[in-house]
């Protein structure tokens, strides 16, 4: 049988590193959590959020799945998103794609995938508003890319029209939303400018 030992013995020299530099770094953890920042990003376990920004354990609330979809009847991406304004009060909202990505890849493929293929169906219609500009691509990585930026923005207005964060620009709270891509060949953040701060 299979074990997951050598995780244990990895989270035991994580936590001693941290408390050798920080002694008092967990107890200051375990008593508040005041993030900035939502992160709203793919599942794909080559993009960590908190890792790829240089902030520590605390420093950034975080939902993944499969594509970074921010679908209005999704209830956990919602809910999510409704504790991070309305409770931890965080002042940005960061939507975060990156290239490469396996959803956006079998959104273009054409085959079906079982489960998966209802979840897609939205990516799909951000190409079908986009089909023109998509179409011209002959390359297929860079309509894959193409897609993959402008997947995100329409999960920026996705956020940005939600009835919460609509809701909390009513009432003057300062929370501004941004749509990034990751570079997962050299590791940097591609700024898509898209940024909204209120009610246009």
Known sequence: MSTINHLFENNRQWAAQIKAEQ????????????????WIGCSDSRVPANELLGMAPGEVFVHR??????IHTD??????MHFAVEVLKVKHIIVCGHYGCGGINAALDGKQHG???HWLRHIKDVYRFNHEKLDDITD???RSNLLCELNVIEQVANVCNSSMIQTAWKKGQALSVHGLVYKL???ILKDLQVSVSGIN
């Open 23 to 38: 002694p008092d770094f967990f107890k200051q953890l375990s008593e508040q959590q005041s993030p900035e920042y939502l």
């Open 65 to 70: 799945n499969i594509a970074n979809q921010v």
């Open 75 to 80: 209830l956990n991406c919602l809910s999510v």
């Open 115 to 117: 489960l998966i293929d």
């Open 140 to 142: 297929p990585q860079e």
């Open 185 to 187: 060949h050299d590791g």
